[in-house]
Structures are given as structure tokens and as C-alpha cells.
């Protein structure tokens, strides 16, 4: 694999790749030092465009976990803010020798555009482009309801048939969209429910079913409801009336995480807005995933930064 | 020992482990390769709500020189600074596997919160919280006093029958307070000198004499006399007429600074005003710790880490 | 070598010498782990007062790949933004034990006042200060032209009659006047060309040609064709009358690069403004330099460290 830049352009056989290594990787985590030699010497560099402590930190810790050195550049401040092109910044970061860039864009596609353009021989990870993909943070998902389902008897499996329900702002949503391809590819089956202003216009090459009435979604039984964060400028411009009304209708309040049937489990990609989309029972209790989520993510990023920059990646 | 919150929990055995194994770590300044491998592998959250470059630099620059991995995580900009709860900041952090955090914090008892919790077992450290506490800038001090006075000698004692005169603003001072407990619990005796509107309502519970004239505090001879930075804001606040009137009353200016006697030091836990509460002649002289006290502050963190994160932590 | 804080005061054999270690730094980017333990224990404090994003990550990957911690430390936001005092910043970087400070900062002068003051012992590194020196750079510079005369058998020569026109905003450059004495030391022959409001009042005693017409200039065929950055905030302060009117005179277009010398190369410092000051055939074409000049700047920048960090250091 040369670069991560959405989980649309993933094979099966790629996805379980990843989250089998991951699967290693999530070992590391367990030994005495808790600390591989594998990535000495490389470089790895946190290009974010906007700011995501969350995401930053957990590459970092993967990095540094794999031994890379790390480099944060954050755009605000310096030279690309006063305009300087993506481009040249793809060029200054290659001369400087870096092997990995991890970039956070507010426009979707600006990951693809870096890889695609010869500026820079890197490995680029894609950490969330817009409204368009945010693949570390569908693999996590994947690699956590895989874990929940299979235990230590995850690895080589895809999701088939695993049921899950995507509920929130589908229209903004990189999340969403990574999730959908992703899952779609490792066979499962998905549904979004959302408010009907903030599902996008045309949903008619998605594989999923799309729907707004998250009581019936709950009554189906999922596998897995996966709540997304709502922004509160959605809000501002009138995509919902209030937070008391979204809550009321989309959130998963007590009374719906008590209807979720028992071997149901709800994930939230973070951070929480407790008691809007999620309620604290729902985000605090044994089904939920969070905390897992977050520590997967490093086992995800370090599978990914191996598969990247390591001397197994792929020729040019 | 298994979080360092307060240095008013601490035994005075506590203590004293503490401030000798602090002077090991001085002497690992001087080797050849200034860095100890015990730390290899864990991983060192700087976790600030508030703006301290010198707080954070010194204890990044003591994690990586016990060979731990820090990550600096600023809430500014962040999802904290969206709203995100402590808990789930928390929580986030440990799961992505801190073994360690430092956190300053602009509301008192943070630190405790987040310790008490359960919602994270890395060891945790006070790095100022509020007006409460900054325990090792009290540890710092306490390391600097035994120095002076003992040298090579130190390792083992207290600070017994030390007399320590700390002036300025005691209200706001979370070094003032750390400094306290912590002389106090080490066999000092601890006078306060400050304006009347600086001193809190009631001290009545406090191990210390609460005094106003530093005059004759000076002539009283103290072994130490601590000067505290006096912040601008104050005196916007009209805690005290203006900066002149302050530095009459409650600076170390060069002529009450003649005065001492001579055995006396001078601290001051930096940033100086020079010129308001401390005199340029008084800073820079010979019995001024204020460069030793940040040398020592290195070696303390270190201390600190090292109990906290290493094997022969506590159990829980 | 102490410290390296201006081009003016190197002799032609130290700047040789610093050529040609960096010439071997550039031999461990090709490497399988490109990294060296040489600075293992170190600690490299970039202490800058204004950002600058490139050229703090081209010392902090210079610093990582000799195996050195490396401490950022933005001015903003830190008690030196409240008004600490230059000493008493570097008496606290002493005392933490850097090895080495990487400083930048508006103040002309700034790093001299640091390396001669007495106030810290450690190797001082002058990154930019105000209109005055970037020595780092000027060294990349020579060492850029140095390898596209010579190739591999570089090493131990200077630029003896090599012809070097410097094109743009002379008053304000630090990159010029850098330029400008390494340049005449090693034996190349400057021109300056500006508008006349952007070349400074007396510059009888500089070793170069001043002139303004850059078609003249590029007409008489250097072997270097320099261009610096233009600032935005130049035009506003009416140096010059609009962007276009500064491209017209004094921009290296299309049609002008296209009467270059055959031989002739094309640098620029970073970060440029394509369509400005050069155009982006120009920029991006085999003569342009530019991004050797960031390759070169971290190989520069690892003979700089090594120079005054290692154990090979002048005595005090």
C-alpha cells in the first residue's frame, strides 16, 4: 500500500490486511516496553490544516510507538497561511525527507490531490478531507465491532451480515462516508438516519438504506448504532430547530438505549455532546464502545503507518 | 507513590524519598549522555488548560530525559475548548495509553478530579491548579533550600528549625500554598508577609505567622526569604495602589536586600519583574537561587515521573 | 566552533569546513535509518520569537536525525510574551540544560546579545534575527551552488569567481546581507539588483554591485540568479507602487527566465509567491533550486549542530 486515502478505493483483502495487522499492533500495547524499532530513522510528519488534537495525538502516539520521529506542523501561523501553495508545501516537506505525511484538509480531495501530483514520494494518510473521508477513523470502527463480534478469533474475518446504523448529520459527514464504504466492502449492511435537511440530495449510488425515524431503526435491532456528533454551527444555520428538538427525535436518549436490543452495541467517533446526540447512560454503559474506539485508533494508525513506510511498502 | 497532587497529603518520608531521588537525577546531569533509559516506552501527556512555556518545557525536557515519548496537548483550539467534559478528555487519554499526565488547570481540585475518577489510571501530576496547589515548585524549592544549606549531605533530612519568609501576593498563590504544606511537614517555620488585601479571610487553620511589614521580617534575620511574582492584573484590580508603591512596600529592592543577613538566600519561583517585587541586584547575586531553582526543577519532575510511571510504582 | 550567529565573522576555512561536514550529513539521508546517535543526550531548544515554520522544522529534523531532544518554544503566549527579559529566558533554557538554542527574533542582534552575554553556555544558533543575519541559509545557499558547479568533488572548494545577482527587497533581507559576506568569502562576485526605495542608504562598504535593472543584469549572464521574497507588507507601505508594477521590473517572468545563460540557476529562499517575484515556469523548471535548497538546508543545518554540540566543541 503507497497511500491511505480513502477506504471507497479499499479491496476487501486490503481492509482485513489492515486490521489484521492491527491486531499485532494492538499487542504492543501490552508488553513491558510498549515501544517497536520498526519505523527508526523515518520521519513522519502531522500536516493539519485544521485543528484536531484528538486525531493529531493519536498519530503521534503511534508513531512514536513504531519509533518515527515525529514532526507537528500545524498551517496556522505559518507560511501556508499567508498562501503558500500546497504545492510548495508538499515540496518543502519532501525535501526535508519526510516518509509519512498524515494531512488534516478542510477541502475534500486535498489528500488525493497530494498523492496524485508527484510534488512529494511520501506516504500520505488522509485524516479527514472535508465532507469527503476520514479512512483511520472507519478502520478503528471496523476494527472494534470486529473485535466485539470475534474477540481473538478476529483476524481473516470480514463483517458479513453485521448490521449497523448510522444516525446524524450524514450531509457533513466524512465519518459517515468512510464508514459506508468500508462496511459495505467487509459485507456489512447499513442504515442512515438522519434528519431529512441534513441527508444529501442524491444517495442513489450508496449501499445503504436511508431512513429518519430512528424509534423504527432501534426496533429493527442493529448490530451496532454508531451516534455521530452533531456541530452546534449546523444548528446556527437552520438545519434543526433546536438542540432539545434533535435530541428529542435523533439522539439516543435512555429511554431508546434501554429498547436497544441486548447484544446491540453504540459507538460515537468523539467527542461526545453528552445529552444531545448521546445520553450519559448510553455513552458510559458496557455496550459502548468509545473508549475502545480511541484505543483501537492507535493500533489502526501504527497498522497504517507500518503498511506505509516500512521496507514492505509497495514500489513506486 | 502513585499520583503527586498536593504536598499537603504528603508523609514527610514521602517527601524526603522524594527530594533523594531528585538528587540522583541532578547527577545524571553530568554524565556524558545526559539521559536515562527508565522511562523508555512510556508515554508523557502534557495536558495544560492554561499557558506555562516554562512549566511544560521542564517537564518535557525531564520525561525525555528519562527516555519517555511526550505529547503536548494544548485545550487551546482543541475539542476541550468546544466543550469537550474532563472525563471524556480523560478517558480519550487513556485509552490512547498515557502512562502519565501533567496537567495544569485554572480551576482548583482539577487535578484531584481527574486523579479520583477512575476515568484514567496514569499516574497524575499537579502542574498548578487554580489557586490550590503547584507541588513541585514547592518540591523545587524545598530541593534548593536542603542544598544550600546541607550540599552533598542533604540526602536523608528535613529542612528542621529552617526559618522561610515568603512575601507577596499569598491570596492568589498556589506556590505560596505548596510551599506551606510541604516547609511545614519538613520542620520549617513559614512566615507570609503581604498587603492586607492580599492575604486570604482566613488563615486561622495555616501552620505559618501572617505579618505585613517586611522590614522587620528582613531584620529578623530569616534563612530564606521567598519573593512571590506579583501579576499585573492585581493591581489593575486595585489589590494595591500602583507598582511603585508595591516595590516601597513589598520588594526586595537593593536596600532592604543589603540588609539581609549572611546567610540569607533569596528565591523567587520566575518569571522576575525585576524591579517591582525583586531588584536586579538582589536577582543576580550570589544568594540568589532562582537558576539553581530551575535547574533543581528538572531534576524534581524527574523524581516525580520516575515514582509515578516507573516499575516500582504503587499498586492501585 | 561556539556558536554561529552571523556569516560576516566566519572565515573562509570555517565555512569550508561547515560545507563539508554538511556534505557528509547529506550522505545519511540516503542511508537505510537515517539517523546518527551523535547528539544522543543533547537537548536543542528552538526559542523562537516569531514564527516560522520552515526553518524551526528544518532544525527540529536536523536535531532528530543526530538522535537530540528537541524542545519547541514559542514566544507566544509564554511569560516572554509578558515581558521576561531575554536573560532571564536564556538563564531558564540554561539551567533546564539545552545544549544548543535555535533562536529567531525580530530584534537585529538578538543571538549576539545571547552567545555574549554569559547568561547561558550553550551553543547559539541564529535562525533570523530582524533585518540582520540568517546565516543557515546563506550556508545552504553556497552549498547548493557549490554542488551544481562541482558535484561530488565539492568538497574543500569555495565559489571563487562564480557570479551571484541578488534580485529584490535589499533593505529588509537578512537572507541578503547573509548572502552578501559568505558569498564575498568564499570568493564570488554579488550583484544587487532592487528598486531603488528597497536598497538601504549607504552601502559603500558592502562587497557588491548595486544596481536596479534586472534585464541588464540577467542580460550579462551570473551564474546565479537569486530571487528573494517580496513581502505583502512592503507594497503597503508604498516601497513600491503594486505587485504587477513589481513584477514587471523586477520579477524573473517567463520571458526573462527564457534569456537566462544556458548555465545559469535559479534560487529562491522559500516560501515564494508564484507570479510575484518568480513565475511558476521559472520556479518549477531544472535550473530552479529550490527544492534542493530545503534538502540542503536540514544537511547545513546537521553540520551546524554537530559543529557546535558535539564532543569535538571549541573550549569556552
Do not use: C
Request: net charge neutral; proline share 4%.
Amino acid at each position: 500500500m503507497r497511500h491511505l486515502l480513502s477506504t471507497k478505493s479499499l479491496t476487501r483483502d486490503e481492509a482485513i490486511t489492515l486490521l489484521d495487522i492491527a491486531e499485532d499492533m494492538a499487542d504492543v500495547a501490552n508488553r513491558e516496553v510498549k515501544k517497536l524499532p520498526t519505523l527508526r530513522g523515518k520521519t513522519v510528519v502531522n500536516l493539519f490544516f485544521e485543528d484536531s488534537t484528538r486525531t493529531r495525538i493519536s498519530f503521534e502516539a503511534a508513531a512514536k510507538r513504531l519509533s518515527a520521529d515525529v514532526i507537528n506542523f500545524s498551517a496556522k501561523g505559518s507560511s501556508v497561511s499567508k498562501g503558500e501553495s500546497l504545492k510548495d508545501t508538499a515540496q518543502t516537506l519532501a525535501a526535508m525527507g519526510a516518509d509519512g505525511v498524515v494531512i488534516r484538509h478542510p477541502a475534500s480531495g486535498a489528500p488525493q490531490v497530494l498523492a496524485g501530483s508527484g510534488w512529494i514520494d511520501a506516504g500520505i494518510i488522509n485524516a479527514g478531507d472535508g465532507t469527503h473521508e476520514h479512512p483511520t477513523q472507519a478502520l478503528l470502527d471496523a476494527f472494534t465491532i470486529r473485535r466485539r463480534l470475534h474477540g481473538t478469533a478476529s483476524r481473516g474475518r470480514g463483517l458479513d451480515g453485521v448490521t449497523v446504523t448510522i444516525v446524524g448529520d450524514i450531509l457533513h459527514s466524512r465519518v459517515a462516508r468512510s464508514n459506508l464504504w468500508l462496511l459495505d466492502t467487509l459485507g456489512a449492511q447499513v442504515t442512515f438516519i438522519a434528519p431529512p435537511t441534513l441527508v444529501p440530495a442524491d444517495t442513489s449510488a450508496w449501499p445503504a438504506t436511508i431512513g429518519y425515524d430512528l424509534d423504527a431503526a432501534i426496533d429493527a435491532g442493529p448490530d451496532v448504532v454508531m451516534m455521530l456528533r452533531i456541530q452546534a454551527e449546523r444548528m446556527n444555520a437552520a438545519f434543526f430547530p433546536n438542540s432539545r428538538e434533535y435530541s428529542r427525535r435523533w439522539g439516543l436518549d435512555d429511554e431508546r438505549f434501554a429498547r436497544l436490543s441486548s447484544h446491540s452495541i453504540v459507538m460515537h467517533p468523539g467527542p461526545m455532546n453528552r445529552g444531545l446526540e448521546i445520553s450519559s447512560a448510553a455513552a458510559d454503559s458496557e455496550r459502548s464502545t468509545v473508549r475502545e474506539q480511541v484505543a483501537n485508533g492507535v493500533s489502526v494508525r501504527m497498522a497504517a503507518l507500518y503498511l506505509l513506510l516500512s521496507g514492505d511498502r509497495e514500489e513506486h
